[in-house]
């Protein structure tokens, strides 16, 4: 998948080492049960969103419930039961820290917006855990917060940014720091980055192995 990534993406070559580390990091969280936390702005939210969904429902291959929970769901609910046995799939446990409209405006208006994304680190996050950290300026106040919060309680933190890293690089563990710096391209491949971590991950728990 990654020498796919690769050849369509040639600019991210440099970023190979960085993008497998990325992928050992979130293999080890998701193994020990541990949660990843996503987080970004304007359209590093919607990269957020859309990372989250992938984590948590089919992306490429099927994800069918362990036998015995089918079969418990089955017995104790019977058609309806069958129903969720059939439909629901597994999941890699992602939270999206943007989706929160409520308490992202509850903090932006009580406290300070450039607490929104911290505040819920605190909430969320205990240790093992991943901060997921999207800002193609490595910059956003909000992001640093977040960050510096992760850090403090035990999180490891991934960045997803542009080619300088910005201030978040120097307190990541890991930073995929892509090849552009522009807003607009530096987004076109974040898309294909996190789509192949996903990809990875999904293959990994989810693949004809297991």
């Known amino acids: 998948m990654i020498n796919t990534l690769i050849s369509n993406y040639p600019a991210l070559a440099g970023c190979k080492d960085d993008i497998l580390k990325a992928f050992e990091l979130l293999k080890s969280t998701f193994e020990k049960k541990g949660i990843l936390l996503v987080c970004g702005n304007g359209g590093s939210a919607a990269d957020a969103e859309h990372m989250v969904g992938e984590m948590m429902k089919t992306f490429n291959l099927e994800r069918p419930l362990p036998v015995d929970l089918k079969e418990k769901l089955t017995n104790d609910y019977k058609s309806e039961g069958a129903f969720l046995a059939g439909h629901l799939q597994c999941s890699l446990t992602a939270i999206s820290l943007v989706s ?43 992001i640093l917060n977040a960050v510096y919060t992760a850090k403090v309680m035990g999180l490891k933190v991934i960045g997803l940014t542009g080619r300088t890293g910005g201030k978040i690089k120097k307190y990541c563990d890991l930073a995929i720091c892509v090849p552009a710096d522009e807003t607009p391209r530096i987004q076109e491949l974040h898309v294909p980055v996190y789509h192949t971590l996903c990809a990875m991950l999904e293959d990994h728990f989810f693949g004809e192995k297991n």
């Open 100 to 142: 929160q409209t409520s308490l992202t405006t509850a903090i932006g208006n009580d406290v300070s917006a450039d607490l929104i994304f911290a505040q819920q680190v605190i909430g969320y996050g205990k240790p093992g855990d991943i901060l997921f950290a999207i800002t193609t300026s490595g910059n956003s106040k909000n």
